[in-house]
């Protein structure tokens, strides 16, 4: 075998042995979901919210809310500081609360298959 068929092969390998890792950092719990959406003010938190939530929020639909969700976001500052307070999570929903730089925010979840999102806010 060639060395760039090798190297080739060896990437591939690498490749697939990640996809099945599932590393696409997702958080496996509602407090780890509630806190990493809170955290951030990168684009990707969307990711974080159920479609239906990014929709009400932005008044669009599809991926044209997804962008604007992504584009709105950018605009708030990150926290310096974010702790989970308490947390009340069941089957199939949660409420977390959180401090956001010693600000309150409770955050309703739901799960959506395998991963939690946030539904909406309570105050």
């Given at each position: 075998?060639?060395?760039?068929?090798?190297?080739?092969?060896?990437?591939?390998?690498?490749?697939?042995?990640?996809?099945?890792?599932?590393?696409?950092?997702?958080?496996?719990?509602?407090?780890?979901?509630a806190?990493?959406?809170?955290?951030t003010s990168?684009?990707?938190?969307?990711?974080?919210?159920?479609?239906?939530?990014?929709?009400?929020?932005?008044?669009?639909?599809?991926?044209?809310?997804?962008?604007?969700?992504?584009?709105?976001?950018?605009?708030?500052?990150?926290?310096?500081?974010?702790?989970?307070?308490?947390?009340?999570?069941d089957?199939?929903?949660?409420?977390?609360?959180?401090?956001?730089?010693?600000?309150?925010?409770?955050?309703?979840?739901?799960?959506?298959?395998?991963?939690?999102?946030?539904?909406?806010?309570?105050?």
């Open positions: 075998m060639r060395p760039a068929s090798r190297a080739l092969g060896l990437l591939v390998l690498l490749a697939g042995a990640l996809a099945a890792c599932g590393s696409d950092d997702y958080p496996d719990k509602p407090q780890q979901v806190k990493a959406y809170v955290a990168a684009g990707s938190k969307c990711r974080f919210l159920t479609q239906r939530l990014i929709e009400a929020l932005t008044a669009r639909q599809g991926a044209d809310a997804r962008r604007t969700c992504e584009h709105n976001v950018a605009r708030v500052a990150a926290p310096k500081r974010v702790t989970v307070r308490e947390a009340e999570v089957e199939h929903e949660a409420e977390v609360e959180v401090l956001r730089d010693g600000a309150e925010a409770k955050l309703n979840l739901v799960r959506e298959g395998d991963r939690w999102r946030i539904a909406g806010f309570a105050e």
